[in-house]
């Protein structure tokens, strides 16, 4: 097939329509979720429970995550470092250790003697360096109100915390709605630990962690996850990454929780079940609270529930986890000024909510906070091998997304059509920022000063360049427009089997130019993404970027604007989220071949599974294999690997 043009299809506009043919004014950012994002999923018919195989019922959560709702301290405004704050994170004397962890804020609380406690929420650690790493657990309270709790914990050489390097206790409280994190320091590289911890003679389970690796560095092995919803169906993808004992670390790129209540309204005003919620009920997963995240209360109640999760709770206690956030931890679309599911009639002030989150966010996962809780794009060596970036492509310097509406214009020949002059003018505005000023300038100089062998960026959205033809964008963003795929296919075989039969209509359709299906990507910020890979090139740096967000797995090779090649990228399918298969009705052995056909640098993709990568980088490669789940509505499971490629050093593109 030959390559569209990329220009404005030549045809005669009729200025007095040439105007949005859509008939609602939609938001359009990505045409196979936004424009479909809503629950067409048909519900499972109820299936027996096995008792002993299911999660926790939906009274037993909300007897557990109850106290997130409750005695909720009040956000202080005055401490919103840079537009957030350092709520949630105090340091204080635990131990003549030198060590730090979270404390109260206020020494009226007292301990109240005899309470009875437990850890539902289990254990985890996260964001290691050679010599230190983020301990994080939960105290859940018989009852809540203003008591505080000694939390004591050991950190061992062994499973059976005999051999104990340090111990130490801090305090927490329903200011820290009762999480508790320390960074625990003084340790050695490269080294497995095991930790604990105890209220009274109430322990948690045993956590293992294991510090950052220095100097020569032969193998690192990581497992990379994203998009999980709990609703939508079981972690099994958790589970089975869980089961392997050849991790050195977990990379979590965000969409950790989703901020979706239990029911929407569709278009004609009814109410149905949101988004991937279609069996919430069935499988007993209806999130909690029932309505929408957006306060500090609701918020907390969701992490809560989200860890109680088993499967969860094992994927955090085998290995520490770098983790940061994508939208959903805030609100679908995030940009830095607001989000396309904030409504600040019925919400609220988008500052308030996005504090709200980012506090909530702080508290519950094992990441070292900073002075400003926005800033958690941060990096992490592994010796000589690799130098990790962890970026935020969402909330500290994102500019909001374009709308593919906006573009729409109306021609007399073929309709409607995407002015993709003025299209790419936007998209590759150097004025529109995805990362923003200073993190864009802190990423050049973290890989202009590494010398790892490899820059790995663990970021959100896809970088690869997804152009697909703009009358099947039309068709997939508005079924009255465009060409769908079996019938942009055959007209681009009738045009090359048969020039002389085109329509004047078809011609001008088959002339239509490829434009990114998805703007909430690198594909709607083309200078961001130049920007990046351009001192990649010019830094001869052997580049793997790491994303998620998609809920489909993805292989690219990505190359500048001139067509260098610049480095590859291994893109994860989701943990739960439905993918191309809950909107697309083609097989998905076609949409794949369609797909690969039709975007340049694509080399793979998976349009209908839930799974995770399993990434190993040595001095020679970097490769990357897609494990994928059978059915998350059920609960057994089966896994498989469904895909294996791996980028050579120096080469810059993808091999078997």
């Known amino acids: 097939m030959s390559k569209p043009n990329d220009k404005t299809a030549k045809v005669t506009v009729n200025e007095e329509s ?80 030198g060590l730090t962890g979270c404390g109260s804020d206020d020494d009226s609380f007292n301990t109240e ?89 109430k322990v948690s389970r045993v956590g293992k962690t294991k510090t950052l690796p220095v100097g020569q560095v032969n193998q690192v092995k990581m497992a990379v996850f994203s998009c999980a919803n709990y609703p939508a169906g079981f972690f099994h993808v ?27 309204t569709d278009a004609q005003g009814n109410t149905v079940p949101a988004y991937a919620s279609a069996s919430a009920a069935i499988i007993d997963r209806e999130v909690l609270p029932a309505q929408e995240a957006f306060t500090l209360s609701s918020y907390r109640t969701r992490y809560a529930q989200y860890k109680t999760d088993t499967d969860l ?33 019925k919400e609220g002030d988008w500052d308030a909510r996005k504090l709200a989150a980012v506090t909530a966010y702080h508290e519950w996962m094992p990441i070292r906070t900073s002075e400003a809780q926005s800033k958690i794009y941060r990096s992490f060596e592994f010796g000589d091998l690799l130098s990790l970036n962890m970026l935020d492509t969402r909330v500290i310097g ?40 200073s993190q864009s300038n802190w990423l050049v100089s973290q890989m202009q000063q590494s010398t790892a062998k490899w820059q790995i960026l663990g970021q959100q959205i896809l970088m690869g360049r997804m152009d697909i033809p703009a009358p099947v964008i039309l068709n997939l963003a508005d079924p009255r427009l465009g060409l769908d795929i079996n019938a942009y296919l055959a007209l681009v075989q009738k045009a090359q089997t048969n020039p002389q039969g085109l329509t004047a209509k078809e011609a001008a359709l088959i002339q239509q130019p490829a434009v990114p299906y998805n703007i909430d990507a690198w594909d709607g910020y083309g200078s961001a993404r130049q920007r990046v890979l351009t001192a990649a090139r010019s830094y001869n740096k052997n580049l793997v970027v790491l994303a998620g ?101 120096g080469e810059n593109k993808l091999s078997v």
């Open 113 to 201: 003697v005899g309470e009875t406690v437990s850890f539902d929420h289990g254990v985890a650690s996260g964001d290691p360096l050679s010599d230190r790493v983020i301990l994080w657990t939960r105290v859940t309270p018989q009852k809540t109100g203003s008591q505080q709790f000694t939390v004591k914990w050991f950190m061992a050489r062994n499973q059976q915390m005999t051999d104990l390097v340090t111990q130490g206790e801090v305090t927490t409280s329903a200011v820290k709605d009762y999480t508790v994190k320390i960074d625990v320091d003084a340790l050695e590289p490269n080294t497995v630990y095991y930790y604990q911890f105890a209220v009274g003679k």
């Open 549 to 649: 967000d998609s809920h489909n797995a993805w292989a690219n090779n990505l190359t500048t604007d001139d067509g260098v090649a610049a480095g590859v990228e291994f893109a994860t399918s989701s943990v739960s989220s439905p993918g191309f298969e809950e909107y697309i009705p083609n097989p998905p052995a076609q949409v794949k071949a369609v797909l690969t056909q039709l975007i340049g640098g694509l080399k793979y993709m998976n349009p209908n599974e839930r799974g995770y990568m399993a990434i190993t980088i040595t001095p020679e490669s970097c490769q990357s294999e897609w494990i994928f789940v059978s059915d998350i509505l059920k609960q057994t499971y089966s896994s498989s690997v469904g895909q294996t490629l791996k980028v050579v050093a």
């Open 238 to 264: 958790y589970a089975d990454a869980a089961k392997r004992n050849d991790l050195d670390v977990l990379i979590h790129l965000g969409d950790y929780i989703y901020e979706y209540g239990r029911t929407t």
């Open 398 to 437: 994102r500019d909001k997304q374009l709308n593919y509406v906006d573009y729409i214009r109306q021609d007399s020949i073929v309709g409607a059509y995407i002015d993709t002059t003025a299209f790419r003018a936007a998209t590759n505005d150097t004025n529109r920022e995805l990362l923003g000023l």
């Open 18 to 97: 040439a105007t949005n043919t859509v008939t609602d004014k939609k938001v359009i950012h990505n045409v196979f979720v936004d424009t479909l994002e809503k629950p067409i999923n048909t519900p499972l018919s109820r299936p027996p429970i096995n008792p002993s195989l299911s999660q926790r019922s939906d009274s037993n959560v909300q007897s557990n995550v109850q106290n997130s709702v409750q005695n909720t301290a009040g956000l202080d405004r005055r401490r919103f470092i840079k537009g957030f704050g350092t709520i949630g994170i105090t340091a204080v004397g635990a131990s003549s250790l």
């Open 313 to 345: 709770q094992d994927l955090h206690a085998i290995a520490p986890m770098i983790a940061i956030w994508d939208d959903h931890e805030l609100a679908n679309d995030t940009y830095e000024d607001g989000a396309d599911n904030h409504q600040p009639d």
